[in-house]
């Protein structure tokens, strides 16, 4: 075997990874062709760009005319299939004349350029590899397209369905017929709709406000014609590494299509045909439908999670019929959910939960949150039920109609295992794999969000408010698509809850899992009703993030993530990468399993060091010297390896929200109506005043922080109130971040009743701070100034008369200034 003499070849250093790829002692189960798939590198070849231009131009000539677009769209396609087969089996032909040795010569002058072609080659498998695993290079040297996910083992087993229960006869299925017709059998029934109860619909949607439609002008939007400039922006924007559909084509080979003068036309009228008048293409109507794992045990079908491969060109449509519903839908959907809303973030739901569980534990509330299961959430939805909710919110009939035979008029093939199976019809359900999905989603469950917060009988959860009418300032219900966390002030509210799930579910068909429900105590307060509270060992986790009620139970779920970054920095490190691969792997793949964590979740600096152990015993595996962690978080132009510092990481994460709030005045976020998107940030500051009080020992500030700008709580740890210095606080992370940042304020220019506001630390020059004592520091620069009403308010020291508060402390500052020994900054 022939092996490329240059070092810099991938090649070299993975040799044994390409034989145990190839290694016939894999233990799997038998395993079909799947879906044929077109290269995506053929878009790049301009031989073969060359050629289909020839074909398609040939081809759409010999059209008859007039033909319904979709079906000159057919017969395009049909044509570059046809053109894509024959260049395959030229290209096998052609590799295996260059392969045989009896027609390589044997003269030596013409070694190396065979030499040459063989290194090409093999460069050519690499890629080709690279490709298949579906992750990119980290970096040039280090083949990451098999070492920067999982071992070998763990790809074999995600992709390979182990023997199911058939749903019918419950006994175990392994042979090929067998699991197929238990998939079949099971997302037949999934996919085949229940009766619903009209009245059910009507009684749901007829709460919904007036408000709530569209305006002309958007449903004017909706049906807007579409350009062939919108079709190219739209596969522009699409993912280069894509799976398609049941056609095999990427979307970059699709694009041809799109962009040759011949076809162009006809790409438009299809694609406007589908939106204007539902006619949709008969190879939009099938999809093949592959089985991902959630959650052991992997022999029951209700564990894998179903994700639809659609034609590149139909996502491209849907893609786009799915942006236009995210612009109008912004004002449909109240601002509780933030699933797939654009300007909305999973992490707000996160802190506002930490902010409501820190209110509840000051005010000793006997609130719950109530977290609900639903099965199969978007398998479902009913299509009349989803007509009838898109209808009434406005959309235009025709966009309906499309929506209804996208998803509706469907047939589905289960892939297991590399086996299609009979055509399933879809009848209810939206497609998970869809752009469109999501949005369809958030609006069908949005007239059930509503009817639970116009119901008078569920109170509002209360948080401090600032304003005179507080109605902004109560929340219910927290959701992120289907994941919903109920806020009930009282467990007996829970019965007017189910009145409304049962209401929804025999409207749209959804079905919730009771059985798996959890309740937690909002103060973590035990109660004689079944709920999670400060004892119980474990916390309750939404959308990630820990409802931890107790000290021991936020370690426990430290330890957890501790745990599952050791487990992947032990897999990786078997992997043989250099130190630049170690780093791409641990930014790229590792640590980023915490991020989402250490966005609102305050650890310990115990959690932290332990981090820093595993990062520095991964990256000075079997290597010497051994390199400190601080060098290798330090930049790579400063000699460092550039590793992310949880520490710092976790600060940085905080700059989404301290930046809105160290913007903008106080006046933007407390008013009656707040002019910020984010639900979250004008509560964090009504809780911030609210645990502000003039009273409080040493607080002897001229003016009441309640009625100054909150950024000096920030800017100024002496206004911080106690509470707020909590480390489970929802305030901590903020106040420790805004912390570690550089601050200098010689070029800033403030009034002079402004200077009174501030700690006599921060009016001192910092070369002279250690002649300040500690209980001079945080007092305000008020006890020892005053202003000055005959000159024009400017400051003045304070006359022995005029001490009113810590006269000794006041005399001594002035003594100091006096002497020269404490100079003010200018």
Known sequence: MYASSDTTNPLRKRVPLLLLLNASYWITYSRGKGLWRAHPRLASNPHFVKHLNRILSKNVHQFHMPCPPPKNGNRSRHALQHFIYSTKKR???????????????????????????????????????????????????????????????????????????????????????????????????????????????????????????????????????????????????????????????????????????????????????????????????????????????????????????????????????????????????????????????????????????????????????????????????????????????????????????????????????????????????????????????????????????????????????????????????????????????????????????????????????????????????????????????????????????????????LDGNLDKVSKACQIHQQRGLFVPGRTAVLNSLVLSKLWHVLRVVSVPMSFFKCMQSVISKFINFRIFPKISFSTACSSRSGGGLGVLDPVLQQSALQLRWLQPLMSSPTDIFVSVTPHVKSFVLPRLIAFLYSQVSTSVSGNHFPTAPHDLDHRFSFLFPTRRPPATKNINGSLYLLFQAIDRLPKSYTDVVISAATCLELPMASIIIDSQLSALRRSMASLPSSVSDTLDSANENCLRPKRSTEFTIYPSLSRQILRLVTNDELALLP
């Open 91 to 557: 290209a096998g032909i052609t590799k295996k004349l260059s392969l045989d040795p009896s027609l390589l010569p044997v003269l030596s002058p013409q070694l190396t350029v065979v030499e040459q072609q063989l290194t090409f080659l093999q460069q050519y498998h690499v890629d080709d590899l690279a490709l298949r695993s579906g992750i990119r290079w980290r970096e040039m040297g280090e083949l990451s397209a098999v070492y920067l996910k999982r071992t070998i083992s763990a790809r074999q087993s995600r992709q390979t369905i182990p023997p199911l229960l058939h749903p019918s006869s419950l006994s175990l299925c392994s042979s090929k017929d067998e699991m197929l017709d238990a998939a079949a059998t099971f997302y037949s029934d999934l996919y085949s709709p229940d009766p619903i109860d009209p009245a059910a619909i009507d009684s749901l949607l007829a709460d919904l406000p007036d408000s709530l439609h569209l305006s002309p002008s958007a449903s004017s939007f909706m049906i807007s014609p579409l350009t062939l400039d919108t079709l190219l922006d739209a596969f522009s924007r699409s993912p280069k590494k894509s799976s398609p559909g049941i056609d095999g084509l990427p979307y970059v080979i699709v694009r041809l299509i799109v962009i040759h003068p011949s076809c162009s036309q006809i790409a438009v009228e299809v694609f406007n045909n589908a939106l204007c008048f539902a006619d949709i293409p008969p190879s939009w109507l099938r999809s093949c439908v592959t089985l991902l794992p959630k959650k052991p045990p992997f022999d029951t079908l209700k564990n894998w999670r179903p994700i639809s491969l659609i034609n590149t060109d139909a996502k491209v449509f849907t893609r786009i019929l799915s942006s236009r519903m995210i612009i109008t839908a912004s004002k449909l959907i109240n601002p509780y959910q933030t699933g797939f809303v654009r300007g909305r973030f999973i992490a707000g739901n996160g802190l506002l939960m930490k902010l409501v569980m820190e209110q509840a534990r000051i005010s000793s509330s006997s609130g719950i949150g109530l977290l609900l299961d639903q099965e199969k959430a978007y398998d479902r939805v009913h299509p009349d039920y989803l007509r009838a909710v898109l209808l009434r919110f406005g959309y235009p009939l025709t966009v309906v109609d499309c929506i209804g035979c996208l998803f509706f008029s469907t047939d589905l093939q289960i892939n297991v295992n590399g086996f299609l199976s009979q055509c399933i019809p879809q009848r209810r359900g939206l497609k998970q794999g869809d752009p469109i999905s999501p949005i369809l989603f958030n609006l069908a469950f949005e007239p059930l969000l509503r009817k639970i917060q116009l119901d008078s009988r569920i109170m509002w959860y209360r948080l401090p408010s600032p304003v005179p009418n507080p109605s902004v300032y109560p929340v219910k219900l927290l959701a992120y698509a289907d994941d919903i966390i109920y806020l009930l002030n009282d467990p007996s509210e829970l019965t007017h809850l189910q009145a409304h799930l049962s209401l929804y579910s025999r409207a749209s068909n959804a079905k919730v899992n009771f059985h798996k429900t959890e309740a937690v105590s909002l103060s973590g307060a035990s109660s004689i009703y079944n709920s999670h509270d400060c004892q119980s060992p474990a916390p309750v986790v939404y959308l990630g993030f820990p409802l931890n009620t107790s000290t021991s139970q936020r370690n426990l779920f």
